[in-house]
């Protein structure tokens, strides 16, 4: 479960600024990344449902589940397997009902954790990117895969994105980890400027009462 923690709040935030932190060296990936990355800064707000998938052969481990989120800026809320990650930009709060126990944390400023501000302010070349020409179809739908590998050592190998064709938006991540692990996260709804209720980026004691609170900043 820690790894679900670690890997949803980059993916969900990444998602929010569709690979603005990626600087492509390979020209058709660029125009592709340039598009999506256009069109997703028009959207103020997204509401997203999706199915999270972990899988480790060697460990033999193969979990499916699904999810939700919305995601406004640098807020959002996410909703899966037990657990409610929320953040307002500057503060982290991670609810694990099971345990009854929110732990806070400040926005992680590691390279690994990403946040839509940050990127827009460091477009960089921390990353290459090419186009996968071999995949042009995924689970019936016609799309785009492009591979983004980072030049510095991070805590993952490579992710995958997949974008719709026809619609020119994300349809599917993988994140392959340097542990042998893959998380893949696939949307299956997908709503753009959605009315969002800005005390849902932000943790209420009423909401979950009697929760215990872990300040770890």
């Known amino acids: 479960m820690r790894n679900l923690v670690l ?7 990444v998602f929010q ?32 449902e999706f199915i999270y998938k972990m899988e480790n052969p060697e460990a033999n481990i193969n979990e499916t589940t699904t999810g939700k989120a919305v995601v406004s800026d ?8 037990g657990q409610t990650i929320i953040s307002d930009g500057k503060t982290l709060w991670t609810v694990i009902s099971d345990a009854e126990e929110v732990q806070v944390n ?20 921390q990353y290459k990117s090419k186009l996968l020409p071999k995949v042009t179809s995924l689970h019936g739908k016609n799309v785009y895969g492009l591979e983004l590998t980072p030049y510095q050592k991070k805590s993952y190998d490579r992710v995958h994105f997949f974008i719709e064709k026809d619609k020119m938006q994300l349809y599917q991540i993988e994140i392959f980890d340097r542990n042998g692990s893959k998380y893949t996260y696939q949307i299956t709804k997908f709503e753009t400027n ?7 980026f932000s943790f209420s004691e009423k909401e979950f009462p009697g929760f215990y609170i872990i300040d770890m900043r």
């Open 106 to 125: 400040d926005v992680s400023e590691n390279d690994d954790v990403f946040t839509p501000t940050k990127l827009l302010t460091s477009y960089n070349e």
């Open 74 to 81: 640098d807020s959002y809320r996410v909703e899966v397997a």
């Open 194 to 200: 959605v009315q969002v209720n800005e005390k849902s």
């Open 17 to 48: 600024t569709a690979f603005i932190f990626a600087q492509s060296r390979d020209k058709q990936a660029s125009e592709i990344l340039d598009e999506v990355i256009s069109k997703t800064k028009s959207y103020k707000s997204m509401k997203l």
């Open 7 to 13: 890997w949803l709040i980059p993916f969900f935030v």
